[in-house]
């Protein structure tokens, strides 16, 4: 019997996400947090690691992905 394959997760913090991802600004990732954190939690997308909030990209996109972030805040937001 093989050993299965691990799984990693990478976190990254939002600078360097940003540096990852140039798509995604700053101020709209905190803006995304504030307003939509404990769902994101939910899904694994991120993780609060004391006053740092740690970003895991896989999840992060398949969230997006699903169309989470076509509301933010305001009308029609959830």
């Not at 990852?20 to 990732?29: C, E, I, V, Y």
């Not at 939509?36 to 895991?56: H, N, P, S, T």
Request: charged fraction near 25%.
């Amino acid at each position: 019997m093989q050993p299965e394959a691990e799984t990693t997760t990478e976190f990254y913090s939002v600078n360097d996400y940003i540096k990852r991802r140039p798509a995604f600004s700053k101020g709209g990732l905190r803006h995304l947090f504030f307003h939509q954190g404990e769902e994101l939690e939910k899904a694994g997308a991120i993780v609060r690691f004391g006053a740092r909030i740690l970003i895991d990209d896989t999840a992060f996109l398949a969230w997006l992905k699903a169309g989470n972030g076509r509301h933010i805040a305001g009308r029609g937001a959830a």
